[in-house]
């Protein structure tokens, strides 16, 4: 763990973890507080879903160009007009009663949601050696994955309780908080915006993001069916309350993974590592579609999140060796609304699927995807040949 302790010794590390964390929660929140504002005013479930389902929907499709304007103007007035105008925004929706207003403002929610995340990763490359990138990667996405697990915990307790209107608004104050002192923060401030390259091909014209972009599309629909087949598996066996058992095992040992991830040794190529993770992650998911809402699940769930963790982490090494100059924002973000934007084309797949069929095909719809994702990184290897070595090495495209 000497690398973690070297790596919070760095002047604003610790700084810049603690400013944004409060907006993290609030994006773990989010969702549920939508969905239970919505449930309570209209009494409707597939009301609810659609508001989230808006709300992602818009959110993927909106991340590239929210990234490409930190790219092209720096973090500055950025964060200081969507943080407020997504808090306020909040506030709003608290007020609104309608399910039209509900839903139009869910909407509006994912098209301007301040790019909190995707601001943070480029500012570890401005304050960090190149040897201390995959442990500064590794720490942000254990930081993520908390998030994730606190954030949906918080907003259930409040949204179920006596003032369900307490979700919503802690929701807008975190919002505030946490992109508010972002924004303020000197790390923030200074960050200046990489200068392109004019012989480097456009970001999608370039081979390894399309590449990335293509294995994004299949991961995206498999993981957007498995979000749904795990919660309608369990309600269609009258076991709704173990899909929390399942999601909030995978979140903890995701947690786990980023952490491990971290740890591994400096000296292998980000490529290699990231390969021979993929190959565990797949491993993993093998048995997925022969699990049941219980003990198997909890178990495929765990071996996934601890997989799945550790690969975020050397997909970030990846992706910031192989992306053109320019794109130190944007490039993340770009693949986010690919990926993001399949999740939800097969999350509603999915949904029909279980109806309809069974839950069980949604998650071997998971595996194959996956598969998928294997085959097209092993055929497309020589255009990631920039990240085969090791990140000790400066990875500036």
């Given at each position: 763990?000497?690398s973690y302790r070297d790596l919070l010794r760095v002047r604003h590390v610790k700084?810049?973890?603690?400013?944004?964390?409060?907006?993290?929660?609030?994006?773990?929140?989010?969702?549920?507080?939508?969905?239970?504002?919505?449930?309570?005013?209209?009494?409707?479930?597939?009301?609810?879903?659609?508001?989230?389902?808006?709300?992602?929907?818009?959110?993927?499709?909106?991340?590239?160009?929210?990234?490409?304007?930190?790219?092209?103007?720096?973090?500055?007035?950025?964060?200081?007009?969507?943080?407020?105008?997504?808090?306020?925004?909040?506030?709003?929706?608290?007020?609104?009663?309608?399910?039209?207003?509900?839903?139009?403002?869910?909407?509006?929610?994912?098209?301007?949601?301040?790019?909190?995340?995707?601001?943070?990763?480029?500012?570890?490359?401005?304050?960090?050696?190149?040897?201390?990138?995959?442990?500064?990667?590794?720490?942000?996405?254990?930081?993520?994955?908390?998030?994730?697990?606190?954030?949906?915990?918080?907003?259930?307790?409040?949204?179920?309780?006596?003032?369900?209107?307490?979700?919503?608004?802690?929701?807008?104050?975190?919002?505030?908080?946490?992109?508010?002192?972002?924004?303020?923060?000197?790390?923030?401030?200074?960050?200046?915006?990489?200068?392109?390259?004019?012989?480097?091909?456009?970001?999608?014209?370039?081979?390894?993001?399309?590449?990335?972009?293509?294995?994004?599309?299949?991961?995206?629909?498999?993981?957007?069916a498995f979000g749904v087949a795990v919660p309608a598996f369990a309600t269609l066996?009258?076991?709704?309350?173990?899909?929390?058992?399942?999601?909030?095992?995978?979140?903890?040992?995701?947690?786990?993974?980023?952490?491990?991830?971290?740890?591994?040794?400096?000296?292998?190529?980000?490529?290699?590592?990231?390969?021979?993770?993929?190959?565990?992650?797949?491993?993993?998911?093998?048995?997925?579609?022969?699990?049941?809402?219980?003990?198997?699940?909890?178990?495929?769930?765990?071996?996934?999140?601890?997989?799945?963790?550790?690969?975020?982490?050397?997909?970030?090494?990846?992706?910031e060796a192989v992306r053109p100059r320019g794109s130190a924002t944007g490039s993340?973000?770009?693949?986010?609304?690919?990926?993001?934007?399949?999740?939800?084309?097969?999350?509603?797949?999915?949904?029909?699927?279980?109806?309809?069929?069974?839950?069980?095909?949604?998650?071997?719809?998971?595996?194959?995807?996956?598969?998928?994702?294997?085959?097209?990184?092993?055929?497309?290897?020589?255009?990631?040949?920039?990240?085969?070595?090791?990140?000790?090495?400066?990875?500036?495209?």
């Amino acid at each position: 763990m000497k690398s973690y302790r070297d790596l919070l010794r760095v002047r604003h590390v610790k700084t810049l973890i603690l400013a944004a964390f409060p907006a993290r929660i609030a994006y773990g929140m989010v969702s549920l507080a939508i969905f239970f504002k919505a449930t309570h005013e209209t009494n409707s479930i597939p009301t609810a879903g659609l508001a989230i389902g808006l709300n992602g929907l818009a959110g993927a499709l909106t991340s590239g160009i929210r990234g490409s304007l930190i790219d092209h103007y720096g973090q500055k007035w950025p964060l200081r007009v969507l943080v407020p105008g997504y808090a306020l925004m909040l506030v709003i929706l608290n007020f609104a009663h309608s399910s039209i207003l509900i839903l139009a403002l869910a909407f509006i929610l994912g098209l301007s949601a301040p790019p909190i995340n995707l601001s943070i990763r480029p500012l570890w490359k401005s304050l960090l050696a190149p040897e201390q990138l995959r442990t500064a990667y590794a720490l942000d996405t254990a930081i993520i994955s908390a998030a994730g697990v606190i954030g949906p915990i918080v907003a259930t307790t409040l949204a179920l309780s006596s003032h369900p209107e307490s979700a919503l608004l802690l929701c807008s104050f975190l919002i505030a908080l946490g992109g508010g002192c972002l924004a303020l923060t000197h790390v923030s401030r200074t960050w200046n915006p990489e200068k392109r390259i004019k012989e480097e091909a456009p970001l999608w014209r370039h081979p390894a993001m399309r590449l990335l972009a293509l294995e994004g599309c299949f991961i995206g629909f498999g993981w957007g069916a498995f979000g749904v087949a795990v919660p309608a598996f369990a309600t269609l066996e009258n076991l709704p309350h173990r899909t929390a058992w399942v999601l909030s095992t995978m979140g903890i040992f995701n947690i786990a993974g980023g952490l491990l991830g971290g740890l591994a040794s400096k000296k292998r190529s980000s490529l290699v590592v990231f390969k021979r993770t993929y190959i565990i992650w797949l491993i993993s998911s093998l048995p997925l579609a022969f699990t049941y809402p219980g003990w198997s699940m909890v178990l495929v769930g765990a071996a996934l999140g601890l997989s799945g963790g550790a690969l975020q982490v050397f997909y970030w090494e990846v992706m910031e060796a192989v992306r053109p100059r320019g794109s130190a924002t944007g490039s993340l973000g770009w693949l986010w609304t690919v990926e993001g934007s399949f999740a939800s084309f097969g999350a509603a797949v999915g949904g029909w699927i279980s109806q309809a069929i069974s839950p069980r095909v949604c998650l071997g719809i998971t595996t194959l995807s996956t598969i998928c994702g294997l085959v097209i990184l092993s055929i497309g290897t020589p255009r990631l040949s920039a990240a085969d070595k090791p990140p000790a090495k400066e990875n500036a495209p």
